[in-house]
């Protein structure tokens, strides 16, 4: 059962999510400064951290930041931010400063439930794949080569990146901004989007039924395939 630390500085909001966690099987924790989430960390083990990036004195941005130097024994904690601040610079800024991922004001909870077990699925360990068949594709995933009826397939750089960064989980679904964040952080989501439809093509995926790379509501996408040959390590 993953537990989760919730910072927010509106005290009914941070109740409303503890509430909609501990409901949907978490364990979760809610307090509203960034000091008192530091003592909570010394306290107990925490597997996710969502946090608020408009807080006085220290802000959810400052505060990431913090966690993610290289002294800091808890680096390694995903942590989503929740904000109002939805353009692409402050998507960007977050991203440079450490979090993994972002949700914004207003939020539906199926959505902040399913990026939570995104985030979770991504950091267990888990079997990372050398070889992947999908429709009538094959993916060499050491090698990045791609073929399609048994003809290697000549894709661009953007198509390679995003196949191989699908590839680093099959069957498991990717945000757009994850993605994004894997390809390049000019490449905003919409992009994904058009790149995705792009891809779908030339693996002979159905853009308008898609059976290979499905999108995944509230998430983004994940690419469907069987899995040949792999090796487990640790997340």
Same mark, same amino acid.
């Given at each position: 059962m993953n537990n989760i630390l919730v910072i927010d500085d509106d005290e009914r909001l941070l109740s409303l999510i503890v509430e909609i966690l501990q409901k949907n099987g978490f364990v979760?924790?809610?307090?509203?400064?960034?000091?008192?989430?530091?003592?909570?960390?010394?306290?107990?083990?925490?597997?996710?951290?969502?946090?608020?990036?408009?807080?006085?004195?220290?802000?959810?941005?400052?505060?990431?930041r913090t966690l993610r130097k290289s002294d800091s024994p808890y680096k390694t904690i995903p942590a989503i931010m929740l904000t109002?601040?939805?353009? !692409? $610079?402050?998507?960007?800024?977050?991203?440079?400063?450490?979090?993994? &991922?972002?949700?914004?004001? /207003?939020?539906?909870?199926?959505?902040?439930?399913?990026r939570i077990n995104a985030i979770t699925r991504r950091t267990s360990p888990r079997k990372v794949a050398k070889f992947l068949k999908f429709g009538n594709c094959e993916f060499d995933v050491v090698h990045k080569e791609l073929k399609l009826n048994g003809q290697f397939v000549n894709l661009s750089t953007t198509d390679l990146g995003l196949l191989s960064a699908l590839a680093?989980?099959?069957?498991?679904?990717?945000?757009?901004?994850?993605?994004?964040?894997?390809?390049?952080?000019?490449?905003?989501?919409?992009? !994904? $989007?058009?790149?995705?439809?792009?891809?779908?093509?030339?693996?002979? &995926?159905?853009?308008?039924? /898609?059976?290979?790379?499905?999108?995944?509501?509230?998430?983004?996408?994940?690419?469907?395939?069987?899995?040949?040959?792999?090796?487990?390590?640790?997340?």
């Open positions: 979760a924790k809610g307090v509203t400064t960034a000091n008192v989430a530091r003592t909570a960390l010394h306290d107990e083990h925490f597997d996710v951290i969502i946090v608020d990036w408009m807080m006085p004195n220290e802000s959810g941005i400052d505060f990431i109002a601040l939805d353009d !692409i $610079d402050h998507k960007l800024q977050g991203f440079e400063n450490g979090y993994d &991922d972002y949700v914004t004001k /207003p939020f539906e909870e199926r959505e902040l439930i399913a680093q989980r099959p069957n498991e679904p990717f945000s757009r901004i994850e993605l994004a964040k894997k390809l390049s952080f000019q490449v905003s989501e919409r992009t !994904i $989007d058009v790149q995705i439809t792009r891809l779908r093509k030339k693996i002979g &995926d159905n853009p308008k039924n /898609p059976a290979i790379i499905k999108t995944i509501r509230y998430i983004g996408y994940t690419l469907c395939c069987t899995v040949i040959e792999n090796e487990h390590i640790a997340s």
